[in-house]
Every structure is written in structure tokens, then in C-alpha cells.
């Protein structure tokens, strides 16, 4: 459960920074066009990059023994980094999000749009693939409740966003409501970086 729960707000907090793919989602939920293709794909996408990296971090770890300290400590590192980051966007006064209007488009190009979203972003796959897998590991051997936490947390997310976006909307559109966001996100980042310094100090 420790570790379902600390993947589920790893993953939450991610992904719930200002981004193109989430002014994409809140749109199209604004605008009731393919929300439901749109939240699978972003949701879907996230749990196959998940999975990519637990999968691909215990297949190292079992080949590289120092690995997963390594792994522990540059987790700490970017959690920190990241953490800062958005504490300081948060002193800067936010960034409202607010998504453009503009005539309806075809599905196709919807979805061409949303996989470039998530598949064409380096960002996805450092956040993904790389930190949350490496960060399973520090709740081996129940690393893959760790992921299905973090996969959970990307269709909470993408479907809050998506079907509760008329409801966000005047929220979101407010720069001081960005503002609380950034920070709880630092927050979240914080407290899990604190959290493997205590196992790494334990170890």
C-alpha cells in the first residue's frame, strides 16, 4: 500500500504541471470534442510507459547490483531539482492555463495531435520511463505497486481533467489557482525525495 500510495502522487505530481498535453485535454474537454479518445490515449499511453520503465528498471537492477542506489540517489536529485522548480514558479505568480478556441477538426487529426502530444515529448519519457521507474525500485519487491499507482494517478488525472474541464475551467483560467498547484506540487516532490533519503540513510 506504501508503495501504491507514493506512486499514485509521484505520477500525479508529474503530470499535473502547466504543459501543452494538458491544455490539449482541457480543451477538447471545453469544447466536448473525442474527450473520451483523448483521455484513453494520454491515460493509455502513460501506463505503457509505466510499465516500460519498471520493467526495464528491475531487468538492470538484477544485472547491476549498484544500481538501484544509484538510481536512489539521482530519484532524490531530480526530486529536489524538480521540487525547486516549481516552488519558484510559484514565486513568479503562476500561468494561467487557458486553451485557445478555433474552429471543431476531424478525429483523425485529434488523435495525431494528442500521440504527438505524448509520444513526441522528451519530458514524457524522462518523467515516466526513467524517474518513476527508477524510483520503483526503492519499493522492491512490490515495484509494480508502485506503478499501478502512478498508471492510476494518469487516469484520474487525464479523466478529471478531461470531463470535469467546464467545471476547472474558470479555476484554472486564474493565475493564483496555478500558483497553490505549483506548490503543492513541490510539496509532493519534496516529501517523496525525504522519503528515500530516510531509506537510503536505513540502508
Known amino acids: 500500500m506504501a508503495g501504491f500510495i507514493a506512486g499514485f502522487f509521484s505520477g500525479l505530481g508529474l503530470i499535473a504541471a502547466i504543459g501543452a498535453q ?11 470534442e473525442y474527450v473520451g ?8 499511453s502513460d501506463a505503457a510507459l509505466v510499465a ?14 549498484g ?16 521540487g525547486a522548480l516549481r516552488f519558484r514558479a510559484a514565486w513568479r505568480g503562476g500561468e ?12 483523425t487529426r485529434v488523435v495525431a495531435i494528442c500521440l504527438a502530444f505524448t509520444w513526441l515529448n522528451p519530458h514524457v519519457y524522462l518523467d515516466t ?17 508502485f ?4 498508471i ?5 488525472f487525464f479523466g478529471a481533467l478531461g470531463y470535469g474541464a467546464r467545471l476547472f475551467a474558470p479555476v484554472l483560467a486564474r493565475p493564483r489557482a496555478w500558483v497553490v498547484l505549483e506548490v503543492l506540487i513541490g510539496v509532493i516532490m519534496w516529501g517523496i525525495a525525504i522519503k528515500l533519503v530516510l531509506r537510503a540513510v536505513a540502508l
Open 152 to 156: 492510476i494517478a494518469s487516469f484520474v
Open 37 to 44: 479518445i483523448v483521455v484513453l490515449i494520454c491515460a493509455v
Open 67 to 82: 544500481f538501484q542506489l544509484i538510481m536512489l540517489w539521482g530519484g532524490v536529485a531530480f526530486l529536489t531539482i524538480y
Open 147 to 150: 506503478g499501478t499507482g502512478a
Open 96 to 107: 494561467a492555463l487557458r486553451p485557445t478556441d478555433g474552429a471543431p477538426v476531424s478525429l
Open 52 to 65: 516500460i520503465g519498471v520493467a526495464g528498471a528491475q531487468m538492470i537492477a538484477t544485472t547491476l547490483p
Open 129 to 145: 520511463v526513467a524517474l518513476l521507474g527508477a524510483l520503483s525500485l526503492q519499493y522492491a519487491p512490490w515495484q509494480w505497486a
Open 22 to 32: 494538458n491544455a490539449f485535454v482541457l480543451r477538447q474537454g471545453l469544447r466536448r
